[in-house]
């Protein structure tokens, strides 16, 4: 009898949740409907936080951007609430216990962000307009505080670090499947490459540049030990649809920066000394300042456009900058960010307003054919020229510093890592290798204020930190067999 009245409580309370989503529905509120949803994320993330956060890496490449739906209000579902929940909710936590583990504080890598952050703040008030840049400011806290400061302590154990990489590889993986797919019913057109990975993806060139840092990883996987003959098919497969999904990307940011991680691949393999490259470096620059007019002379023959279907004619593209709009528009972006910059060299215009300023800075001379008079296309297209702009010279200073600090730890943690340990090793240079290609892919775009960039940078970020940690107390898990 207790059995029956139970089985009756549960279909009355089916059939009472049945007939609220209906009335939802029928008075056009269907976002409530999500409410349980959000109910069962919230007793995820108290009960089961380490599995949450890593449950985002997974989430993150499927998450879909509200403003495509909802005008005027950007908001990446379902990562970004998830992100703010467990930023409220652990420094709820750490006020009541130490979360934070000391050994994170000792990292330049978080020197250098809490200096990045403390400028943002800093250009926050003396902002143009203050409501966007704290907006801006909150949204860098909840991708920086649960991914940098709280993640180190999750990673301390190797198997999350192993399924962070797994969870992020395999979600990119299926959205480039789809993409592929919906990709060839177009006959892999070059105009509808621009667009078939919506709605995970706003467009072809964020798409490329997730392509692009993803690749290293899914090799790192492969080579990072002795795997069944399943999961080394399994493996073999998921690179296959990578590569497809990269060169269909039609993204040339992203095949050059997956060529920069190649060259930077080979300078740590044949141990390169940082002095020399160094040295190649001053001599690059001077050689393109003294050379820059006949530099200049030879761009302005190049006439490939990025619309042609031949890969090497779409690479040679990249420096057209006489008729390809695309490449003029970003010369047109780049010149703005240089004349808010001189108009507001200290504190420049305030964090995630280059979209509202930039507009009277156009020059008529470098107007294209996607111009528009009203500056509504967005940002700067350059990780270091936005927060130029937006933060003055400190601002460029800051990303530089943040870009330096995460190379330096994240190089000589792999060149200290023990080569017993092959696992973590191969693991460690492929992550090196896919923020190559981001920070490359970012002196055309930028993405840090995504979820698409945000969770993986920040994330191999904070594995760096617990790593180091680990070889720092000499508390390194002995070598398997199937690892030598």
Not at 122 to 136: E, H, L
Not at 173 to 199: D, L, N, Q, R
Not at 451 to 458: C, G
Request: aromatic share 16%; with cysteine; hydrophobic share 55%.
């Amino acid at each position: 009898m207790t059995a029956v009245k139970k089985n009756i409580w549960v279909i009355l309370f089916s059939l009472l949740y049945v007939a609220l989503n209906a009335y939802l529905i029928w008075i056009d509120q269907e976002y409530l409907t999500l409410a349980p949803v959000g109910l069962l994320a919230i007793y995820f993330a108290i009960f089961y936080t380490e599995y949450t956060f890593l449950g985002i890496a997974f989430l993150t490449p499927f998450s879909i951007n509200i403003e495509e739906y909802v005008e005027g209000f950007g908001l990446f579902l379902p990562t970004e609430p998830l992100l703010f929940g467990l930023m409220i909710l652990l420094l709820l936590q750490q006020t009541q216990k130490n979360l934070i583990k000391p050994f994170v504080w000792n990292n330049p890598i978080i020197w250098t962000v809490g200096f990045y952050l403390f400028w943002t703040l800093v250009t926050s008030i003396t902002s143009t307009n203050p409501v966007a840049s704290f907006k801006f400011l909150l949204a860098k806290l909840w991708f920086i505080i649960p991914l940098l400061l709280f993640a180190p302590s999750i990673f301390l154990n190797r198997k999350n670090v192993v399924r962070f990489i797994w969870l992020f590889c395999i979600a990119m993986v299926c959205v480039i499947a789809i993409t592929i797919v919906k990709h060839a019913a177009y006959s892999f057109g070059e105009k509808e490459g621009h667009w078939v990975m919506w709605p995970f993806f706003k467009d072809h060139t964020i798409y490329g540049a997730a392509v692009a840092l993803m690749t290293p990883l899914i090799f790192g996987l492969y080579f990072s030990r002795k795997h069944s003959v399943l999961v080394q098919l399994a493996l073999i497969l998921l690179i296959l649809i990578t590569l497809i999904g990269l060169y269909f990307s039609y993204t040339r940011a992203a095949w050059v920066s997956i060529i920069a991680a190649l060259m930077v691949l080979a300078a740590i393999k044949f141990k390169i000394h940082f002095k020399y490259l160094a040295t190649i470096g001053v001599i690059a620059i001077v050689f393109l300042f003294f050379s820059w007019d006949n530099i200049q002379m030879e761009l302005e023959r190049n006439k490939f456009e990025h619309t042609t279907e031949e890969f090497g004619e779409k690479l040679q593209s990249a420096t057209n900058v006489t008729t390809d709009a695309s490449n003029l528009e970003r010369l047109n972006r780049w010149a703005c960010a240089i004349q808010m910059f001189q108009d507001r060299p200290v504190f420049g215009f305030g964090p995630g307003t280059y979209a509202f300023e930039y507009a009277r800075f156009q020059d008529p001379e470098n107007l294209t054919i996607i111009s528009t008079n009203f500056g509504d296309m967005g940002n700067a297209h350059s990780e270091y020229l936005g927060p130029l702009s937006e933060m003055g010279f400190l601002g460029l200073i800051a990303i530089l510093l943040v870009v330096t600090a995460i190379f330096y730890k994240g190089i000589t943690l792999y060149q200290k890592w023990p080569s017993e340990d092959k696992e973590m090793r191969t693991l460690l240079l492929a992550m090196n290798m896919a923020l190559v290609t981001y920070f490359v892919h970012g002196i055309l775009n930028n993405y840090l204020d995504t979820d698409k960039a945000s969770v993986p940078i920040w994330g191999m970020c904070a594995i760096f930190i617990a790593q180091e940690a680990i070889l720092r107390s000499n508390a390194l898990p002995k070598a398997k067999d199937s690892d030598k």
